[in-house]
């Protein structure tokens, strides 16, 4: 069974910095591109960026609000996927998923959520 | 930026059939992806690659394609069927991703 599982949401100020991580299991994580996705609060979807697998080159792309101050990486050895964010903003404040396109070209899978709130 | 459009809203009686359609340029060169909300959930794929149907996914939940325009059908729509629904393709080159603002789906 896929699992995908966020951790390290919270509070934080604008300005500061903080780290997502997704733990995944129930599949071939080093030959997964995976992708994190966001969801203001009673707003839309909004794809944030991806990595590929290290095989397809190990590139992220990332959404334009993002680029520049989101850093998307990954470890292999720890089936992990990371989302750093750097000067947050007000407006970055979402539940973020973490999601895997595995078998069917979009995004299969999908974890539960973590939700980052960005507030002085 | 590129952009899906979707309508924010369409609603239908029980047993009925719901049309949710999704628009954007670059349809005819890129797949669409459609997934259904509920509220407090993340979002489930329910078709893929404009018209295939995951495993698991219901065969009343349908899709298709016509130029710059895919469409998400739904057969005999049941109450548990109320959810959001987001299209989801990407930008003429394939490497950003963007999803459809989303339709509320009201069973009446």
């Known amino acids: 069974e896929v699992q995908l599982v966020e951790s390290g949401g919270g509070l934080v100020k604008p300005g500061g910095s903080l780290r997502l991580s997704c733990a995944a299991s129930?599949?071939?994580?080093?030959?997964?591109?995976m992708s994190w996705v966001r969801q203001a609060p009673g707003k839309g979807l909004e794809w944030v960026g991806r990595i590929k697998s290290k095989t397809d080159g190990g590139t992220t792309d990332y959404a334009a609000p993002v680029k520049g101050r989101f850093t998307i990486s990954r470890d292999d050895s720890k089936n992990t996927l990371y989302l750093q964010m750097n000067s947050l903003k007000t407006e970055d404040t979402a539940v973020y998923y973490c999601?895997?396109?595995?078998?069917?070209?979009?995004?299969?899978?999908w974890g539960q959520g973590t939700l980052v709130t960005v507030s002085s | 930026s590129y952009e899906l459009t979707q309508p924010p809203s369409v609603s239908v009686s029980p047993g009925q059939t719901a049309r949710i359609t999704c628009s954007g340029d670059a349809l005819p060169k890129q797949y669409a992806y459609w997934y259904q909300q509920k509220p407090g959930q993340a979002p489930v794929l329910v078709i893929y690659k404009d018209s295939e149907r995951p495993s698991g996914i219901p065969e009343r939940f349908s899709g298709s394609s016509s130029g710059t325009t895919v469409t998400l059908t739904i057969s005999g729509v049941q109450a548990e069927d109320e959810a959001d629904y987001y299209c989801?393709?990407?930008?003429?080159?394939?490497?950003?991703?963007?999803f459809g603002g989303g339709t509320k789906l009201t069973v009446l």
């Open positions: 129930g599949f071939t994580f080093s030959n997964a591109w």
């Open positions: 989801q393709s990407a930008d003429s080159s394939g490497t950003y991703k963007v």
């Open positions: 999601t895997t396109t595995v078998t069917t070209g979009g995004f299969d899978y």
